[in-house]
């Protein structure tokens, strides 16, 4: 990791987008950062807080995005620069309160940094934060390339400070974990001091309550707000045109499609025919600046991933300016030429450019491609998502999908979010039935918990992390405890928020910048709701089993059993091995009746190979993490357990 | 500084292996060596749940003036590097051409379809030969081994191929360049082993 | 005999609802299991050709071949199969006491040929609370332990399943018809492994008319009596018309219609009602609750009944002719019960 914290002004270093943002905030001065880990974000907040003890910062991983946003609210309250970074769910997650924050307005500049996944590289949704903006009517900007993404970031804190409101600042995966060079600017002294003022005037922006009532006024002043921020971005210098006077087409694109489509440009050559409005700020926008440039020419086309947010909102103000500019035609995702899901690539940008232009692009020469993609397809094996060697999941999928099977009455699975979420593949024995966002799993399962009464008898079972279990399960359990719900959760605590990178959560007794933090115990969070709680080693199949069956034979009310044991790369147990593990070959059924493979056919830890040459299976050793669990797979004993000395 | 003027501008390189193999940290100190030699250096990568056991790719993007889009267009990638002998291919088939070049790692990683019997993994010989016809010019070596070998972690295979990468001449690296790069990321009793792996990396191109 | 694999097993008899849990797939590998009298089917196996399927006694049955094995003659397709005689039996002094259902003959056979050494195992069932669980005994003085009827259909052949794959050898099974056809086709070794050893050396049948799924059971009498209290159950001969379940304090009983709904329906297609493929079929005797019916059907069977005779463990008595008229009659009516609703499995 670059150091950000480097005083090295004008130095040019090659950054990632997420550190080029934090370094942006660290120029502005930002005082508290607050997020929850979510990909492509995670990285802002980890920057921030390696360096959090030079620059006066304090950064906090909070137990969900709502919290995290009313954290650094409270600082933008009490005149610090805050801001608040997560993923496109998290927008979700904190948007109750994203919406009266919109309304009372902020002191201290606020930036709300959404980090999104067009093409769901890292989720299971491509959900579009952009709508959020018009919504609930706070300002949106986007950077372009890397250096903006340091530049807007500062210069978001002055736009929140100026209009007294939230600013959106939004980033997408293809910038957030792309690099590119960026110059330094100056870092400021920082002396934080904080200050919540609130006893003027009830209405003084400065001095008195922050609310978002009485509603009438305050949405009065949002509105002005917006209207003062069009005026700010008719000379933004983050809106930039390149391209001739008199285009053929005029592409009007922002963030990373920015570059997609300057790349595209240049592949066909098209430079003299194609004009590319860079916007910046993308709500409200700027209608003076979209008027000179509507004008160029007849022929408009939109590039933005996912929904078209620009394409509409260009389009609406196209309709009010067409006296003026007279009619369009444009091309976007509505009449089809820009692919409605899913990320963009310069490819995908240039082709209905050149069906524009009338011109023609070759990408994979055709004869190399007729080559090429057979042998791909036929010889490079496909790569499967898999838990890691010795992933306490794959164990405790592997005993919830026994006992269910044992079980025999049409059992499943209620999921949720984290690296368990693979549970819905082969690598879980397609355990998890059910899937959405955080918490829902427990949620759900309490629904499920109360059709009994109209004749459903399966048995409903939950599962969730530990993060997960304080981010959003906490209230979903209250409503099946007091509904008495009859569900099973099964709590997969591994000891961190692993699939994100391993950071901390509340129940951990570290925080985000590494210092003490308290930690909440699941077990007597339960036990304090008075639900049946009992915990077992996932590793441990024959009492873990035996748990699962007991708690599933009481009829009533929430069970909740925790399986405790650490992440495979958790700190704790990286690069050690609990046990060497050995195939004994005479002893191994392989493929044979009585056995076909149960443990690299069905089991397939990573580290379990099958030979099929000797007809047995065999340990990677270099693969084999030793966390034992195999030897109690192989249905007839072969392989050899031994403890590391 | 004055730069020396790039084969191709932009130079588009992909380093492809599998999550976990190390892509993204080569990337970083192979886009560090050419951005304090004054280029322009934009880098995309595949992050996220590819890690776990999934196909990873960085695409690197180098020139003397702009900066490009993190993704390089399909067919017109000009240098390789594989971390892992299938990923090749697999890359190959969309961003290869005519005049691609290749630096192959030679060790397997097996997917968990491979392991579980329920695909087959291509010989060595079959993959040398396939890149080959899908190339202009191609390296293969045994860098994990290598690594693992001499110095006991897998780790310094990819610092191996830089070294070779250097050892090619596609891309003006230097000896200095990498050391200085490597300095700043590592502590000081560290970067010795480093540059016993680049050293090593140029000799086995043979 | 046609062999296939788990996935038409599963096609054939489990989707059809044709399993009566005899245990003849279970304890041979991780993929079938009985859990709480259900067969549970724990991951998808690939295999072409299985033993699950091979000893499956649902699946296609060749009784030429059974016959030619078991008694060295050609099927004759009689109600009653293949036997030497037909005689009343009941426990000698030497066998002791027990919960006999009947005359307590299963007992004093076992006892005789497990202290003879004529076997040194058993499988028998014996019960874990109401639940029928088989036990392999290895000690005479165990066997009168697992005495009385179950009547809910249990996984015996489980039990051997596993002691074999343990190695051991020179065993003794009593079961009802759908078991011992199951264990008789294991015997056969029809996937020709070249390394099987029979385990078995003696087989004692048990009639059987049907059998109840015990967890319908459970649920049907957890709503007439508290589980926990249940000592015993019976079924009373002709012409009582009810089931008698036994708890401490009472007896409740049951209309017997009621509990026919609870028979698995692989019950139906059952045509085997004296146990044909054993050495000695053991059943209720007419008119007399303390006597048993034994039909002794190999040179072996004679053996042991000579050996336990001889040694004590058992006293004989003629067998009546009009016993023997309603006795074909009643295994003739199963036969013919089973040919209609195969048919009707076939429309």
């Known amino acids: ?54 620059r006066d910062l304090y950064v906090e991983w909070s137990t969900n995005e709502k919290v995290a946003m009313e954290v650094a609210a409270a600082a933008s309250f009490a005149e610090l620069r805050t801001m608040c970074v997560l993923k496109q769910n998290g927008v979700n ?18 930036v709300i940094i959404p980090c999104e996944d067009p093409g769901a590289l890292s989720s299971i949704n491509e959900g579009d934060s952009r709508h959020f903006s018009r919504m609930l009517e706070v300002p ?5 390339d890397f ?28 910038l957030s974990h792309a690099s590119g060079n960026v110059v330094f600017g100056d870092l400021p002294e920082v002396d934080h001091k904080a200050r919540f003022q609130h006893d003027g005037f009830i209405l003084d922006p400065d001095t008195g309550i922050m609310c978002s009532a009485p509603v009438d006024y305050r949405h009065g002043l949002q509105q002005e707000k917006i209207k003062k921020a069009e005026e700010i971005f008719e000379t933004s210098p983050f809106n930039t045109y390149t391209g001739p006077e008199k285009p053929e087409l005029l592409v009007i694109t922002s963030s990373a499609c920015n570059l997609y489509t300057r790349e595209a440009v240049l592949l066909l050559g098209a430079e003299d025919k194609v004009g590319i409005l860079k916007l910046g700020t993308t709500w409200p926008l700027p209608p003076k600046l979209l008027e000179k440039h509507l004008a160029m020419t007849d022929k408009i086309m939109i590039v933005e991933e996912v929904i078209p947010f620009l394409e509409e909102n260009v389009k609406i103000l196209a309709a009010e300016l067409a006296g003026t500019i007279g009619p369009k035609t444009f091309y976007g995702k509505r009449d089809g030429s820009i692919p409605s899901t899913n990320e963009l690539n310069p490819d995908l940008v240039v082709a209905p450019i050149a069906t524009v232009l009338g011109m023609t692009y070759e990408g994979v020469p055709a004869a190399y491609t007729e080559k090429a993609l057979p042998l791909a397809f036929f010889n490079a094996p496909s790569r499967d998502l898999t838990f890691c060697p010795g992933c306490p999941h794959r164990a405790s999928f592997w005993n919830i999908h026994n006992v269910l099977s044992l079980d025999n009455r049409n059992g499943f699975v209620c999921g949720d979010i984290g690296c368990y979420s693979m549970a819905m593949l082969p690598t879980g024995f397609s355990t998890l039935r059910t899937m959405h966002a955080m918490g829902s799993g427990t949620g759900i399962a309490s629904g499920f918990g109360q059709l009994g009464r109209f004749g459903m008898d399966q048995p409903v079972m939950a599962v969730s992390g530990d993060s997960t279990f304080f981010h959003s399960v906490m209230p979903a359990l209250v409503n099946a405890v007091h509904h008495k719900a009859d569900i099973t959760l099964v709590v997969l605590d591994n000891g961190g928020t692993a699939m994100t990178g391993f950071q901390s959560h509340p129940g951990l007794e570290i925080d985000a910048q590494g210092g003490d933090a308290k930690k909440l115990d699941i077990r007597k969070i339960c036990e304090s709701m008075d639900i049946l709680v009992r915990e077992s080693d996932p590793f441990d199949f024959e009492k873990t089993q035996q748990q699962m069956f007991d708690l599933m034979e009481i009829k009533e009310g929430v069970k909740v059993l925790i399986l405790k044991q650490a992440c495979a790369l958790s700190p704790e147990k990286k690069h050690t091995k609990k046990f060497e593990m050995k195939v004994v070959e005479d002893a191994c059924r392989g493929e044979n009746c009585g056995c076909n493979r149960l443990c690299t056919r069905i089991f397939r830890c990573p580290g379990l190979v099958w030979d099929a040459e000797k007809g047995t299976s065999k340990i990677d050793d270099a693969i084999c993490t030793g966390c034992g669990v195999c030897a109690d797979v192989c249905p007839v004993g072969a392989i050899d357990r031994k403890e590391v000395a | 500084m004055d730069k020396q003027k790039l084969k191709y501008d932009p130079y588009n390189l992909i380093i492809t292996g599998v999550g976990g193999q190390g892509n993204v940290m080569a990337s970083r100190v192979l886009g560090n060596m050419l951005s304090k030699m004054g280029y322009t250096v934009t880098i995309g990568e595949t992050f996220g749940a590819s890690q776990r056991g999934g196909s990873v790719m960085s695409h690197l993007r180098i020139s003397s003036s702009d900066a490009f889009s993190p993704q390089i267009a399909k067919g017109r990638a000009h240098m390789i590097i594989a971390l892992e002998p299938t990923e090749a291919i697999r890359v190959l088939a969309q961003y290869g051409n005519a005049d691609v070049k290749v630096l ?103 | 005999m046609q062999i296939a694999g788990s996935k038409e097993l599963t096609e054939q008899v489990l989707s059809q609802d044709l399993c009566t849990v005899c245990g003849a797939c279970v304890g041979l590998c991780p993929y079938f299991k009985v859990h709480i009298g259900k067969l549970a089917k724990i991951f998808d196996c690939d295999l072409e050709k ?18 030619q094995a078991l008694f060295q003659q050609p099927y004759n397709g009689e109600p009653l199969g293949i036997y030497r005689r037909i005689t009343a039996a009941k426990a000698g002094d030497k066998t002791g006491t027990g919960d006999f259902q009947n005359g307590g003959t299963v007992t004093a056979l076992m006892t005789c040929a497990l202290e003879s050494g004529m076997v040194d195992g058993a499988v028998l069932m014996d019960s874990d609370g109401l639940l029928p669980t088989p036990k392999l005994v290895t000690r005479a003085e165990d066997v009168v332990k697992c005495a009385s009827t179950k009547y809910m259909a249990a996984p015996a052949v489980s039990c051997l399943n596993e002691a074999a794959t343990d190695g051991k050898t020179n065993l003794g099974f009593v079961g009802t018809a759908c078991q011992l056809t199951g ?41 007439r009596v508290d589980l926990k209290t249940i000592t015993g159950m019976d079924v009373p001969p002709p012409p009582a018309e009810v089931f008698i379940v036994k708890t401490g304090e009472t007896v409740v009983e049951i209309p017997l219609d009621e509990i026919r709904a609870l028979v698995p329906k692989g019950c139906g297609v059952c045509p085997d009602m004296t146990a044909e493929w054993a050495d000695v079929s053991v059943g209720a005797f007419e008119g007399k609750t303390d006597w048993n019916t034994l039909i002794i059907r190999t040179e072996k069977g004679e053996q042991l009944v000579e050996k336990a005779v001889a040694g004590g463990y058992l006293v004989l008595d003629d067998f009546p002719a009009e016993g023997l008229e309603h006795l074909t009659l009643g295994a003739g009516n199963k036969k013919k019960r089973a040919r209609d609703n195969v048919a009707k499995e076939e429309k």
């Open chain 2, 104 to 206: 192959c790692n030679t060790r397997p990683i097996y997917s968990v379809g491979v392991i579980s019997g329920e695909q087959k993994y291509p010989s060595q010989e079959d993959v040398e030969k396939w890149v080959n016809e899908l190339s202009a010019q191609s390296w293969f070596i045994n860098a994990t081994d290598e690594a693992m070998a001499k110095m006991k972690n897998p780790i310094f295979g990819n610092i191996m191929l830089l070294g070779a990468l250097a050892g090619t001449n596609e891309l003006p690296l230097s000896r200095e360049g990498f050391e200085e790069t490597i300095s700043e990321s590592m502590p000081a009793d560290k970067v010795g082993i480093n540059m016993t792996a680049y050293d090593t990396g140029i000799g086995m191109l043979g």
């Open chain 3, 183 to 223: 264990v008789a086709q294991m015997r056969l070794n029809p996937l020709e492994k070249a390394d099987f050893v029979d385990p078995v050396n003696l087989t004692v049948g048990l009639f059987c008319t049907w059998a109840l799924d015990t967890r319908q059971l459970m649920d049907f009498l957890s709503t």
């Open chain 1, 93 to 110: 997650v904190a948007s109750d309160f994203f919406l009266h924050l919109a309304g009372s307005g902020t002191r201290g500049g606020m």
């Open chain 3, 50 to 67: 299985g033993r699950c399927y091979a000893h499956c006694p649902k699946t296609d049955v060749d009784f030429e071949q059974l016959a």
């Open chain 1, 140 to 144: 949106l900007i986007e950077p372009g």
């Open chain 1, 147 to 174: 250096q903006e993404a340091k530049d807007m970031t500062k210069w978001a804190f002055e736009l929140s400070e100026e209009l007294r409101c939230p600013v959106m600042l939004r980033s997408v995966t293809r």
């Open chain 1, 1 to 54: 990791m670059t150091n950000i914290a480097e005083h090295d002004k004008n130095a040019r270093h090659l950054l990632m987008g997420n550190e080029a943002i934090a370094r942006g905030a660290l120029e502005a001065g930002v005082a508290v950062a607050a997020g929850y880990p979510g990909t492509p974000s995670s990285e802002i907040i980890e920057n921030l807080a390696s360096v959090s003890g030079k």
